[in-house]
């Protein structure tokens, strides 16, 4: 019934003698054992606080024990706390390393250097309420987050505006279960025609505006984890066609963390295997998404169309990216329609061809699928100008 | 039930319990009663008995009872939910004392077990205390325990809740619980409204004294004025002239009286400051106490002091006035400019740290019962960095660093036989008192590096020790349960305050220097009245140990800071909690008030020093009292965050330059 068992109270007895100890005494004593053994660690826990500390340390308990006349325990004295180890195969029992030491090591082994000698130092710790950057303080980086929860801000006239405090997002039970299910199935099944129907839900589904956010980081953290998966790229592409295609959902907010993934897709270095996967197609399509996301939402963000373009037009001039950039560039492009070709393509196109032309004769590229990238890239650069003359 | 029946069950009971002799004597007082006919019994009673008749139930019974109360309080309304669980903590430790003072120990630990969670957050420390009760003998040992069963704790409750729970208990028949309300508990019913959640905190006490005595204690009259003319008085208007005109063009000498003179005419308080200022000349030289009557610019009122102040020499007057119109003024806007001492290699020795009030000196006090003193003068001559201003003329000249042969920066002061647990300064830095686990207090001189006088009183350690604002006096708080207030010219006590139930853990003096506060481990503070040594109020309030406790500037408030991190914020005249600050997640080792009290800065061993505004703490809370959890969040100004470094102490200069100090620890 106490914490302290009746057999260490008979083991402590034996060991110092006593053997006739009667078994009605035992529970008696280990009872009172725990009182005591509570007492002196309450007692110490107040030698601590007034030492200053937050951690135990056996010089407290000594204290303690001094504080009733009670000879202290020797042995363990020492300003750090005692260093507790897990005893190996239990959860809950803990033990202080104890090695045994060569006398001959301790005495032959050269005196230690002594400790360093205490000092002070002085810094400023703020200046007018400011945390200089300095060494002795905490990095800024620890100094903001603080400052960020602070929850008071002072407006110029130094009335205090309680800023809000995150709201905590609350889903209900049936739209945790709809986003589990569809990221499911981008991820696992998205050849199966159970897809298309979820494709078809959440281009027409009035009730998943507060699911965007979340499905914005999934397919974020998806194409940034998954390059190598065509597949999956394709159905995250798919996916965000269809949100874009809902019309009662309102996705501005979030383009800014969408267009990202989908320039990857557009202008990636490698989607998926270079050779079993027609990456070729993704890039198409993906093309196409962004050129509907710049029609449609080019009137709310003015930068939207210039941003896009400026990194499509950096990829098709750096000869130093692969066939397959510039190849999703051009197609990028030209899906944003006549006049940007006409501004930006046609006048690096002499330079261009000259370029790749060389990737595209037999003798002078023997690498077939090189070739082959070439090809299709010419014939891009070709449908980018016939739009331009229709 | 009539009496035959009770006879029986008494029978029964006698028989069970093998009380042969009282069954015998009850047979035959009996066989006598019957003739002369008794009166009839008590029906209540003999349900009791009959009840306690089969002794193998009782913990099943405590159990059962309690616990079947606590899921009628927790599925009582709402309205009236909080009261009635407020009834569920007495219970519950009577119960649980109950049983352990019946014998049945198991019983009685796995009871408490099942339902501690339930009080964890309220009183983990109580808990934590009875937790080791083991036996009837503890129970009697413990002076916490004993004073619980020998006092009745007192709950504040609503007509309604109060009608609810009896008629409760009635109807259940749970004769247990019924006895424990009945024996343990006074209820003091209110008329009305089931009073708001949110003055929970003081609703029970489960200290002795509890809130009655609290009541009638803090009904006595207390003058927390400040002292008649006082130095900061005397400057505090002209001074803050002088800086303000400081500000506007740069330095002002005594000679440019006539400019400032023209300037502050549009003021229209301008004449009479002149006038004040020049009377302050004549008061700064001549040391005499006349002041001119115009005004108490705080607003606070005056008092006279009712000890014998000691004098102050003329040229630390000059210094200390100078200090006073140099200083900054702080408020919500203006944070003040920190400077930190860091103590390194420490290796967690450091018990304490003081730091003078121009902050040149700084003490350590360590484990190995050594005093380190620091001259951050001469380190900043050294290394360039320091930030001290050279504020005060009385920092110690260059002859005395003597004990600095090995090249240690610091002096070493040797002399008590323990860990020491406490430093202060004299208001002018020429003496630095020590107080020590050897139960004995220090004196030393600064400026002789030498120990002057050891005062023996305590007979347990000391905890701490507090130099009075005007000097001369000091008060120290000890293990002993008592904190006694010292001369430096007396080797005894001049006044001995008893009657916390735990440690002193901490003192401090009332800025007018007639009270003394202290904190204590039975989470209370008390103010003492210096001069009759009587307790004139109890502040009850913090849930655990208090460590530190500040005064406000003007004398109206008071701040106290406790091992949970919890500042609370007291006025002084009605006993009053005026605001909880909440933020600290540890200990607050260190409280101080800005010189104009318009800041408060703690600092905690969450090694964080928080800024707080107390002129708007105040307000708030006045305005809007009953919105508490929603105001608590304005008050905090500023986290400082230290790099791992534990704040032990904080200390504003008369400039309002804002000294800390703190040990720098590794981190595990």
């Known amino acids: ?390 | 039930m009539d009496e035959e029946e009770v006879e029986k069950a008494v029978l029964a009971y006698l028989k069970k319990k093998g009380f042969k002799q009282t069954e015998l004597a009850l047979q035959e007082e009996q066989q006598s009663r019957n003739k002369i006919n008794s009166p009839s019994t008590d029906p209540d009673i003999a349900k009791h008995i009959l009840a306690s008749s089969d002794a193998e139930n009782v913990p099943a019974q405590y159990q059962e009872g309690y616990s079947k109360l606590r899921s009628w309080a927790y599925s009582s309304l709402d309205l009236y939910k909080h009261e009635l669980l407020r009834v569920l903590y007495p219970v519950f430790i009577h119960c649980f004392m109950d049983l352990v003072a019946k014998g049945h120990i198991q019983e009685a630990r796995a009871f408490f077990n099942r339902f501690r969670e339930d009080h964890e957050m309220m009183h983990s420390r109580d808990l934590q205390k009875l937790e080791g009760v083991l036996s009837p003998s503890h129970l009697e040992e413990m002076e916490f325990a004993r004073s619980l069963r020998q006092s009745k704790v007192s709950v504040k409750i609503c007509q309604y809740s109060y009608d609810l729970l009896i008629q409760y208990l009635h109807k259940t028949q749970s004769i247990t619980m019924l006895g424990i309300v009945n024996e343990r508990i006074n209820f003091q019913v209110s008329p009305g409204q089931p009073s708001s959640i949110s003055d929970d905190a003081d609703v029970f006490t489960l200290v002795g004294s509890g809130h009655d005595a609290a009541d009638l204690v803090n009904q006595k009259e207390i003058h927390w004025g400040l002292l008649e003319d006082s130095l900061e008085e005397r400057l505090e208007k002209a001074g803050d002239r002088i800086t303000d005109s400081d500000k506007a063009d740069g330095e002002v000498k005594d000679g440019d009286l006539e400019e400032n003179k023209k300037r502050s005419a549009d003021g229209g308080k301008g004449g009479s400051t002149q006038k004040k200022l020049k009377k302050d000349k004549v008061v700064a030289t001549t040391g005499k106490a006349s002041r001119s009557e115009s005004s108490t610019t705080s607003g606070a009122p005056r008092v006279k002091p009712e000890l014998t102040l000691p004098i102050i020499p003329t040229e630390v007057e000059h210094s200390i006035l100078e200090d006073l119109r140099n200083r900054v003024q702080l408020s919500s806007m203006t944070l003040p400019s920190i400077s930190f001492y860091t103590f390194i290699n420490t290796h967690n020795g450091l018990n304490c740290a003081s730091i003078s009030h121009d902050g040149s000196l700084v003490a350590g006090g360590f484990s190995d019962s050594s005093l380190k003193v620091w001259d951050m003068a001469k380190l900043g001559q050294q290394t360039g960095n320091t930030p001290s201003q050279g504020e005060n003329e009385l920092a110690p000249n260059e002859n005395i660093l003597n004990a600095n042969a090995k090249g240690r920066s610091y002096t070493l002061f040797r002399g008590h036989s323990g860990p020491v647990y406490s430093t202060t300064f004299s208001p002018y830095g020429d003496f630095l008192l020590s107080s020590s686990s050897d139960s004995t207090i220090r004196l030393w001189s600064t400026k002789l590096n030498a120990n002057l006088v050891c005062y023996k009183g305590h007979n347990y350690p000391v905890w701490d020790v507090q130099f009075s604002p005007v000097g001369h006096y000091f008060a120290s708080a000890s293990h002993d349960r008592t904190a006694r207030i010292w001369s430096m010219d007396r080797i005894q006590p001049l006044r001995i305050m008893a009657g916390h139930l735990s440690d002193v853990d901490c003192v401090q003096w009332h800025a007018n220097c007639n009270y003394v506060a202290t904190g204590s481990s039975d989470r209370t503070v008390r103010l003492w009245d210096v001069q009759s040594g009587e307790c004139v109020r109890i502040f009850i309030g913090h849930r655990s140990m208090i460590l530190c406790l500040a005064m406000s500037p003007d004398g109206r408030y008071m701040a106290s800071g406790d091992e949970d991190g919890k500042i609370m914020m007291w006025d002084l005249a009605s006993g009053r909690c005026v605001s909880p600050l909440v933020g600290h997640s540890s200990c607050v080792w260190s409280l101080s008030f800005s010189c104009e009290g318009s800041l408060l800065a703690s600092g905690s061993a969450d090694s964080t020093v928080k800024i707080w505004d107390v002129t708007k703490s105040l307000k708030v809370s006045k305005t809007e009292e009953n919105k508490n959890g929603k105001t608590n969040r304005l008050r905090s100004l500023k986290t400082l965050p230290t790099k791992s470094t534990p704040v032990y102490a904080l200390q504003f200069s008369r400039r309002n330059l804002l000294f800390a100090a703190g040990a720098l620890t590794k981190i595990a």
Request: proline share 7%.
């Open chain 1, 1 to 390: 019934m106490s914490i302290v068992p009746k057999e260490t109270i008979e083991v402590i007895a034996q060991s110092i003698g006593i053997t006739n100890l009667s078994p009605d005494v035992l529970p008696a004593i280990a009872s009172d054992v725990e009182y005591r053994v509570r007492e002196i660690m309450q007692e110490a826990i107040k030698c601590m606080r007034h030492s200053r500390r937050t951690t135990l340390t056996a010089v407290d308990v000594d204290s303690a024990l001094g504080l009733r006349n009670v000879e202290p325990v020797y042995g363990f004295a020492s300003g750090d706390p005692l260093r507790f180890k897990r005893a190996a195969g239990h959860k809950d029992l803990f033990y202080i390393e104890d090695k045994d030491v060569e006398f001959k090591e301790v005495i032959e082994a050269p005196l230690p250097k002594a400790p360093l000698d205490t000092e002070v130092v002085a810094h400023w710790l703020a200046i007018e309420g400011v945390q200089p950057a300095i060494p002795e303080n905490p990095p800024p980086e620890v100094l903001a987050v603080p400052s960020d929860n602070g929850k008071t801000a002072y407006k110029e006239d130094g009335i205090p505006v309680d800023i809000k405090l995150p709201v905590k997002h609350v889903l209900s039970r049936e739209l945790q279960l709809y986003f589990e299910k569809i990221t499911e199935l981008t991820v696992s099944r998205s050849d199966s025609a159970l897809f298309k129907e979820a494709l078809v839900s959440l281009a027409t589904d009035s009730g998943i505006h507060p699911l965007v956010p979340y499905f914005t980081f999934f397919v974020a953290d998806e194409v940034s984890r998954n390059l190598n998966k065509f597949s999956l790229l394709f159905a995250l592409m798919r996916l965000v066609w269809s949100l874009l295609q809902n019309p009662h959902i309102h996705i501005e907010p979030y383009l800014h963390q969408l267009m990202p993934s989908v320039m990857t897709c557009l202008v990636a270095k490698r989607l998926g295997n270079k050779f079993s996967d027609n990456h070729w197609d993704l890039r198409n399509f993906t093309a196409n998404l962004v050129a509907s996301i710049c029609k449609r939402f080019g009137h709310v963000y003015h930068n939207l169309q210039p941003r896009v373009t400026r990194t499509l037009l950096h990829a098709f001039l750096d000869p130093s990216k692969a066939l397959p950039q510039h190849y999703g560039a051009i197609q990028g492009l030209a899906t944003l329609g006549p006049n940007v070709v006409r501004l930006l393509v046609l006048p690096n196109l002499d330079p261009y061809l000259r370029l790749l032309e060389p990737e595209m004769q037999l003798e002078k590229q023997k690498n077939e699928v090189k070739r082959h990238e070439a090809w299709l890239v010419y014939g891009a650069v070709q449908l980018a100008c016939a739009c331009m003359i229709v």
